[in-house]
């Protein structure tokens, strides 16, 4: 089992840049496959970008690609979230997700099993 804690979120500026960090504790986190999340209020839970056990095997939704950067550091347990040239709609809270243990995952909520307590992202206008 894993625990999961984000930080990074706060408020900045249409086109501006956060950095979201999510630590991980218990297991082996190197095994898990990794994703986050966003959502805002009365909305689903969108899919935003996933890393697999390979820290080079990345997918990103279609609007952030090339806006926002998915990595991880095994070494200290922590996935990361560099998001750039940020929208007013992606205010939201945002939220970092694990798979079971060398598992494929996808867009899917369903394909992850353990999720942190999120970390609010506001764009202003």
């Known amino acids: 089992q894993v625990q999961l804690v984000e930080t990074g979120g706060g408020l900045v500026q249409t086109g501006g840049s956060l950095r979201l960090s999510c630590e991980a504790s218990?297991?082996?986190?190197?095994?898990?496959?990794m994703a986050w999340f966003r959502q805002v209020p009365g909305k689903d839970r969108e899919f935003v970008s996933l890393i697999t056990t390979r820290i080079d095997d990345t997918y990103y939704q279609e609007a952030v690609k090339g806006r926002f950067t998915i990595s991880r550091d095994n070494a200290k347990n922590l996935l990361f979230l560099q998001m750039n040239s940020l929208k007013p709609e992606e205010t939201a809270a945002y939220y970092c997700?694990?798979?079971?243990?060398?598992?494929?995952?996808?867009?899917?909520?369903?394909?992850?099993?353990?999720w942190g307590q999120g970390t609010q992202v506001t764009v202003s206008s």
């Open positions: 218990g297991d082996t986190f190197s095994t898990y496959p």
């Open positions: 997700a694990a798979g079971r243990p060398f598992s494929r995952v996808g867009i899917r909520q369903d394909d992850y099993v353990y």
